[in-house]
């Protein structure tokens, strides 16, 4: 995939660490430029520096100090990306916090809020911004990163879960809104990797988190994880012109063969393959009245 993006403008929240900076870094290693958001001013200058080494073509890596759970975070975002770019090319909503962990009644709720605002709001509000830019120039790419509980109920993570599956539902509604306007929306599953959100998981232990799910996480951390990398380059998959013709799909950088897709684009346009989607008894076989 290099250089597909060359010349490309995209910006990436949640990109000081994990798989935000994975994504920074494929991306960068395509061609694009980036706008570099997340709350931790040292761990971006860090990967700045880092990809300012590896430069090709006048890259450019910009930064962005900013808290998602604040109400001036989109327009502090968006006031800084006009004042360094004429266009903005890609939106990567990778930034999300775990919220909290437990049955629901008993949940803060403070804390609550807080993880719809950063997994929900927050992303919503840059859609709605870069879109009124994209739709001028009639091209674009909006990348949501999901999560464990979009496609299916998550016990003892109800906050994250519903963020989540509102994520990827608002994310085929404005596919569909957009579509016209050459802009493709579509959102990743990245798979359970081992980062900060696994080990809070083992912290909360299977009494709050649940004996499933606990046992699920040890799995995981001790088999490494999901690849941050194969998440990162269906990324650059999705902001590439390669995937112009899909949108409004969730895709599984783990289980899906998404290497393949371009090979299925009139069969994924007219389809609800990769989409949220009620299940009525025919669909299990089942003839009811």
């Known amino acids: 995939m290099k250089n597909f993006l060359a010349g490309k403008n995209a910006i990436i929240t949640g990109a000081s660490r994990g798989l935000g900076a994975h994504i ?11 706008l570099l958001v997340a709350r931790s ?3 971006l200058l860090e990967l700045q520096i880092e990809l300012a080494a590896k430069a090709q073509n006048g890259q450019q890596a910009h930064v962005v100090v900013a808290d998602l759970e604040t109400l001036d975070a989109v327009p502090a975002i968006m006031n800084q990306t006009r004042q360094v770019w004429d266009k903005v090319d ?24 807080k993880t719809i605002r950063v997994n929900l709001l927050t992303p919503v509000e840059l859609c709605r911004a870069c879109a009124s830019w994209m739709i001028t120039r009639r091209q674009g790419k909006i990348i949501n990163l999901s999560g464990g509980g979009a496609t299916g109920p998550r016990p003892n ?19 569909h809104e957009i579509g016209a306007m050459n802009v493709q929306v579509n959102c990743v599953a990245p798979g359970p ?21 606990y046992a699920q996480a040890l799995k995981w951390v001790e088999g490494g994880g999901a690849s941050p990398e194969r998440a990162a380059d269906l990324c650059v998959f ?21 290497e393949s897709l371009l090979e299925h684009c009139d069969e994924l346009a007219d389809s609800d393959i990769y989409t949220l989607r009620r299940i009525v008894p025919r669909d299990r076989g089942l003839d009811w009245e």
């Open 41 to 43: 001013e040292e761990a």
């Open 193 to 213: 990797m081992n980062t900060e959100m696994l080990q809070a998981v083992l912290r909360a232990g299977p009494e709050k988190a649940g004996a499933t799910e």
């Open 24 to 34: 920074a870094r494929a991306m960068w290693h395509s061609g694009a430029n980036l």
């Open 238 to 258: 999705l902001a590439s012109p390669d995937s112009d013709h899909i949108t409004g799909k969730l895709i599984s950088a783990v289980w899906d063969s998404w």
């Open 157 to 175: 993570f109800s906050a994250y879960a519903t963020a989540k599956v509102g994520l990827v539902r608002f994310s085929e509604i404005l596919a």
């Open 90 to 113: 890609v939106l990567v909503n990778n930034a999300a916090i775990l919220g909290p962990i437990g049955k629901v009644w008993e949940n803060d709720w403070a804390a609550w809020q």
